[in-house]
């Protein structure tokens, strides 16, 4: 069945890679996930957000991500790695209600909260989770943009002089920290990236990696998880300009930096909005070069070789999962 986090984390702090986290809330994500996982022989955690929740129908996802595993042998893998991980959990209600519905994993994102009040609230969610040997991931900082329909203006970095109290106060099982990454695909603006003169692309300034040096030096050897952790695959985006969208300056993270943060401490990497534009790139184009097309199978598997593409990519080139299991 559906496993936890703690040994795959515990595996890839020691291995230096890290696990995808990918987020899903229809049957070709889900389908394209499980088919790059198994191929490329990674465990992979799937993630369903409150929003995915509501537009999916928990009752069905619940099922669709246990048939994910069923789906894993029947593709071939004999002992699948799968997590089904509840993405910013923002209440004890909600946290407990997916752990009763099956969930092996939870996020309490109560970052937004006075510290005082994310420890508490985390610890109530880790109190009731541990019964069941659900995992549990607590966030520290603040992410710029929309969070948990909460939405700030710039990043709060990580406080490393909180994170020992925390993690022993709450007992949470690995910590999602802010360090420069942000959701959604627009996660710089323009004007504090300067352009790459070999490419003629913008770079984004670095991430905080001095924060994330100086959080594994507080709790050596814990597991830390990236949130907004998408790179904005150019070519996706231009796809998707071509064929009647308007995406303007969207901006990732580099894979480069992913790369080093999955060597480190950070064992899982959370990707969605790359999903997103793979999905949305291919649909596009179809739309636009086979206008006489209408049966969704016709566009909506185009979507879906096009996210087990991204997903491979992720598992193989960037965060070094394959081969894992
Ligand atoms: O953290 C945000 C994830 O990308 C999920 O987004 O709330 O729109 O489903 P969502
Ligand atoms: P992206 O928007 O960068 O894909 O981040 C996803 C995420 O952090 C989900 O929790
Ligand atoms: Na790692
Ligand atoms: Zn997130």
Same mark, same amino acid.
């Given at each position: 069945?559906? +496993? ?115 420890? &508490? ?14 995992? +549990? ?53 323009? $004007? ?15 991430? &905080? ?25 150019? $070519? ?48 596009? $184009? +179809? ?30 080139? +960037? ?7």
């Amino acid at each position: 069945g559906l +496993v936890n986090t703690k040994e795959m984390f515990a595996k890839a702090i020691k291995g230096g890679y890290a696990i995808p986290a990918f987020n899903f809330n229809n049957m070709e994500q889900l389908q394209a996930i499980v088919k790059a996982s198994v191929e490329t022989k990674s465990p992979v955690i799937l993630q369903v957000s409150k929003g995915a929740r509501n537009y999916a129908n928990q009752t069905l996802l619940r099922y669709m991500a246990q048939g994910a595993v069923e789906y894993a042998k029947e593709l071939g893998c004999e002992h699948p790695q799968i997590v089904l991980h509840l993405d910013h959990g923002d209440s004890f209600e909600l946290c407990k209600s997916c752990i009763d519905m099956g969930f092996s994993s939870v996020m309490i994102d109560g970052s937004h909260l006075p510290y005082e009040e994310n420890v &508490a609230l985390t610890k109530k969610v880790v109190d009731y989770a541990h019964q069941f040997d659900v995992t +549990v991931e607590g966030e520290l900082g603040v992410l710029a943009g929309v969070e948990d329909e909460v939405s700030a203006e710039h990043h709060t970095y990580t406080d490393p002089e909180e994170v020992i109290d925390f993690a022993t106060r709450t007992g949470c099982d690995s910590l999602a920290i802010s360090i420069g990454t942000s959701h959604g695909a627009y996660k710089f603006k323009p $004007e504090q990236c300067h352009v790459d003169p070999k490419t003629g692309r913008l770079v984004p300034p670095p991430l &905080a990696f001095d924060v994330l040096d100086a959080v594994m030096e507080k709790l050596p050897g814990f597991p830390i998880v990236l949130h907004g952790s998408s790179s904005v695959p150019q $070519e996706e985006v231009d796809t998707i300009n071509k064929y009647g969208g308007k995406l303007d300056a969207a901006i990732g993270i580099p894979e480069e930096e992913l790369r080093k943060a999955a060597k480190s401490a950070v064992c899982k990497i959370n990707i969605d909005s790359d999903s997103r534009l793979a999905m949305t790139a291919a649909i596009r $184009e +179809v739309f636009a070069t086979k206008p006489a097309e209408f049966d969704p199978r016709k566009y909506l598997g185009p979507a879906r070789d096009n996210m087990e593409k991204l997903y491979k990519h992720k598992i193989e080139n +960037v965060l070094g999962s394959a081969g894992k299991l």
